[in-house]
């Protein structure tokens, strides 16, 4: 049986996952046609490439441009639409985006 190359093996797994998460310009460009600022979008979206599937972010940025309407998507609604997608793993990382971001002060405490 031949031996597969452990450098080849790497190489694989990298592409393939690759594939699946989303990346860090495809994220910000989203965010910001909805209405985040250039730096608040930059910095989500570093926070949130690797931690988000294409699939993940693809439904955040469906649910975020139904939630916008019209006016501008600040960062505390992103949060409120990551919080309503039925994927805890979504409404942690934008929650914890927004706290490495520094922009909490735009979430409400209250319900």
């Known amino acids: 049986m031949p031996r597969i ?17 989303a990346s ?21 979206a570093e926070f949130l490439e690797g931690h988000l599937s294409n ?15 019209d006016s501008r998507l600040t960062f505390g609604d992103l949060v409120r639409v990551a919080g309503a997608l039925d994927d805890p793993k ?11 971001c520094r922009v909490a002060a735009d979430i409400p405490i209250g319900l």
């Open 5 to 21: 190359n452990p450098l080849v093996l790497a190489a694989l797994a990298g592409l393939a996952l690759s594939g699946c998460m």
């Open 24 to 44: 860090r310009y495809r994220i910000s460009d989203a965010l910001t046609r909805y209405g985040l600022t250039p730096n608040q979008a930059s910095c989500a």
């Open 55 to 69: 699939r993940q972010v693809d439904r955040l940025a469906r649910a975020a441009r139904d939630y916008r309407g």
């Open 90 to 100: 979504v409404a942690l990382e934008v929650g914890a985006a927004a706290l490495a």
